[in-house]
């Protein structure tokens, strides 16, 4: 009986956070949701939180601790999406180069469609791109700035940095109250959402 080939995912995680966007794509994938099947889970460190959860659900783990070994380690494995999921180390532009449109980075900002342009908000005022910005960085962004709304956008990985092509967006409403935890706190669970949501349109066409 033939047997559809699934398509291949690798998540490039660290010790940034504690995997669960990790979570998110395994748990889309077991519900079908993702067609397609996660070969292999790349950590920069043994000490990264989400790595529980590759072991959990017996995946491949590889430890890349060197920038340089990045590319031969995904030749190896051969994937049709990387999957950046905390991931801190630098991407090579070499890296880039060999997996065009393939490499899929989740910013906390709101990444517009050109490097001149803007994002709005759902209540049309103008969203933060938070470009060079790390998530701590950039949520309190969204504070200082008075912004009503913090987001979060998936892209692929270009040349061009934090910006390239984008795949999905989410918003968040931000309350007077907010701090940097209780913001992103709310902020994460769309974008391990919004993680899922832009793998099922990318696997199911």
């Not at 990387?82 to 989740?106: F, R, S």
Request: aromatic share 6%; with cysteine.
């Amino acid at each position: 009986m033939f047997q559809e080939n699934k398509l291949k995912l690798t998540v490039l995680i660290s010790n940034t956070g504690i995997g669960t966007n990790l979570r998110a794509i395994i748990d889309g994938v077991a519900k079908g949701k993702i067609k397609a099947e996660i070969v292999a889970v790349i950590s920069d460190t043994t000490e990264a939180l989400g790595l529980e959860h590759a072991r959990k659900h017996n995946l491949e783990i590889e430890i890349c601790e060197k920038k340089e070994n990045l590319l031969p380690l995904l030749q190896k494995l051969n994937p049709d999406y990387v999957c950046l999921a905390g991931w801190k180390q630098i991407i090579l532009d070499e890296v880039i180069l060999t997996y065009p449109n393939k490499i899929l980075n989740l910013h906390p900002g709101l990444v517009p469609n050109t490097t001149d342009g803007s994002v709005e908000n759902p209540d049309e005022t103008e969203g933060l791109w938070n470009k060079g910005m790390l998530t701590d960085k950039a949520i309190q962004n969204f504070l200082n700035k008075k912004n009503t709304f913090a987001g979060s956008s998936i892209h692929f990985l270009t040349l061009n940095f934090d910006f390239g092509p984008v795949l999905g967006r989410t918003f968040e409403k931000i309350k007077v109250s907010d701090t940097i935890a209780s913001l992103y706190g709310r902020l994460k669970k769309k974008e391990n959402q919004l993680y899922v949501e832009v793998l099922e349109k990318l696997t199911n066409t």
